[in-house]
T-cell receptor, first 113, second 114 residues
């Protein structure tokens, strides 16, 4: 079946530090890959996405590159802010599976001033 | 002009009761979903409807019954609530057929069963 594995948190950083959250996947077929963010007390928001190998998704200073050879989609940001404190979810979807999202377990990130 | 809305936001009830959660989207999407997020933040698909037709039904107890009166609404009815049903339930919608579709999520309904 399809699955997503991401690093467990919490990840605690100082402001302006570099953030990396690892994400690897297992899928039958050709998945689209996503990073969603959940701020405290809120629903999920799409942060970025990539739909084919070597695509790079980017948004709000975050980037992730679809690496088919390593089945990975690691999230990076060069300089985090306190406002980036949230739970980050890596996810995949496959059209043949009804486009349902399969999520990783989430990584809580806490950025301290 | 909320894109995906859910009611109620919070729901506290006792074991054995029956409750419903409502979801509406005003994005014109043809597909809607229910996800469950447990206390450890793990998210899992429950159901999906496309144009009022059930297309995804994961291994969810029969006590959970989704209903889609039209493509803009997807409600979730839960019978005989159990302690383990306590979770946050998220509704989402998307438009099938678009090459780079995106799922838009509602704010969630926090269900607490006592």
């Amino acid at each position: 079946g399809n699955s997503v594995t991401q690093m467990e948190g919490p990840v605690t950083l100082s402001e302006e530090a570099f953030l990396t959250i690892n994400c690897t996947y297992t899928a039958t077929g050709y998945p689209s890959l996503f990073w969603y963010v959940q701020y405290p007390g809120e629903g999920l928001q799409l942060l970025l996405k990539a739909t084919k190998a070597d695509d790079k998704g980017s948004n709000k200073g975050f980037e992730a590159t679809y690496r088919k050879e390593t089945t990975s989609f690691h999230l990076e940001k060069g300089s985090v802010q306190v406002s980036d404190s949230a739970v980050y979810f890596c996810a995949l979807s496959i059209k043949a599976a009804g486009n349902k999202l399969t999520f990783g377990g989430g990584t809580r990130v806490l950025v301290k001033p | 002009d909320t894109a995906v809305s859910q009611t109620p936001k919070y729901l506290v009830t006792q074991m054995g009761n029956d409750k419903s959660i409502k979801c509406e989207q005003n994005l014109g999407h043809d597909t809607m979903y229910w996800y469950k997020q447990d206390s450890k933040k793990f998210l899992k698909i429950m159901f999906s409807y496309n144009n009022k037709e059930l297309i995804i039904n994961e291994t969810v107890p029969n006590r959970f019954s989704p209903k889609s009166p039209d493509k803009a609404h997807l409600n979730l009815h839960i019978n005989s609530l159990e302690l383990g049903d306590s979770a946050v339930y998220f509704c989402a919608s998307s438009q099938q057929g678009l090459p780079n579709y995106e799922q838009y999520f509602g704010p969630g309904t926090r269900l607490t069963v006592t």
